[in-house]
């Protein structure tokens, strides 16, 4: 029974929080993206082929790109329907709007998507939600230079909780989930009223991730560092090949070499002949390969460097930052040419962001590698796709919590249950009921 526990998946990029979730055992009903690149790669990782846990699409529902607006809009009929149907709605609403990354705004648009969530959840009802956001939607906007707007992760909670659901939310880093890189994410957990637990999914969680991060042979405590995860990708121990998608590029010679055991549990699900996609090296011009080579001769790994660094190196970048193996990876972002490789003058590849988001090698990334200017608001490239993803190994271990906390609450009600018919049966042997 608890292997079929199922889940709707709102905003779903490329399939990272699917992934996940699909890996814990849980079944997919139907997943919603709007961008038709992510769709793409959604589609055929985890509809078109049976890797993990396959998704049960609804017939009325178009297996295709479309927006949350358009789902309430055609489908509301048939998503109150699925009422005591779906034990989960999980998430990641567009979080451009709250990002620190870019340029804060309350106004944004894509902050209302929020507002289709819950929309969705109202029709449907689930038992349980989980939401993923970034670290920005639980500050406050500022205005007028004071902190004085509401933050909107508790405007989300109050609206929720109205709805019937007991709500807790969090800040966590993916890097204690076993991910190699920070990647600090709001995650918010909800129940419906009445379902009670012993204990907050959050204390649950802290108690479960030692064990999570064993199950997958990784260290318990220790973080996982950037050589773990992407040393087998090397230039210098892969050598390059002609790329397979991509006229006159190059990629990464994908081969067997000495595995870290992070490197092992991506490679897993991969026969011995596999060459997973998206090792396509970029044409880094000869200044660019200077510079480069400079950074990594001249300074600190790990370490962002300075505007007054990127002046005098005579680049236009607001953000650049050298890796270092032995520490974690920065967070993956969309942009493709954040992060130098720590021991090679080139940026890194579509596959090395994905090894760093915890992306298994078998996982395919469709569509165009970049896109720049005015597409970029039309288009979402493989980079992008990478760095809008939920991480897996996060996902999972999520999906596993919420099956922990749906368990307990199964076996509260059996011991409730049994208590309750045993006084029951008191009652009528003493004859209590016998006027009745």
Known sequence: YMASLTFIDLFAGCGGLSLGLSKADWRGLFA?????????????????????????????????????????LGYSSQLKKLRGKVDLIAGGPPCQG???????????????LTEEYIQIVELVQPRFLLLENVKGFKAAFKQNGTNKKKVYAEVVKEKLEKLGYCVFHQMCNAST???????????????????????????VLTAFLPEYRDSKGLHKIKDT?????????????????PSVDTKNFEQIHYKKTRLSTYQRLMREDCNDNYAPNSLRLARHNAETMRRFKVILKKYPKGKSLTKADLVALGTKKQCFTPL????????????PDDLLHYSEPRILTVRENARIQSFPDWFDFLGKYTTGGARRKEECPRYSQVGNA???????????????????????KKINFKANAARLYTFIKIGIFEEI
């Open 390 to 412: 939920v991480p897996p190994l996060m996902a999972e271990a999520l999906g596993l919590l919420i099956k922990k906390l749906r368990m307990r609450m199964a076996i509260k």
């Open 98 to 112: 709250f990002s620190f990354a870019g340029r804060r705004n309350p106004n944004d648009p894509r902050n209302r």
């Open 177 to 203: 989930f076993g991910v190699p890189q920070p990647r600090a994410r709001f995650i918010m957990i909800a129940h419906k009223r009445g379902e009670n637990i012993s204990q907050p999914p959050f204390e």
């Open 324 to 335: 270092h193996p032995e520490m974690l990876s920065r967070t993956i972002t969309t942009l």
């Open 225 to 241: 560092t950037v050589k773990a995860a992407i040393s087998d990708l090397e230039v210098d121990k892969c050598s390059v090949v």
């Open 32 to 72: 919603i993206e709007k961008s038709p690149d992510a769709f793409q790669t959604f589609k055929h990782n985890l509809i078109d082929r049976n890797v993990v846990t396959p998704f049960d699409w609804p017939a009325w529902l178009p297996c295709q790109s479309m927006t949350t607006s358009e789902l309430i």
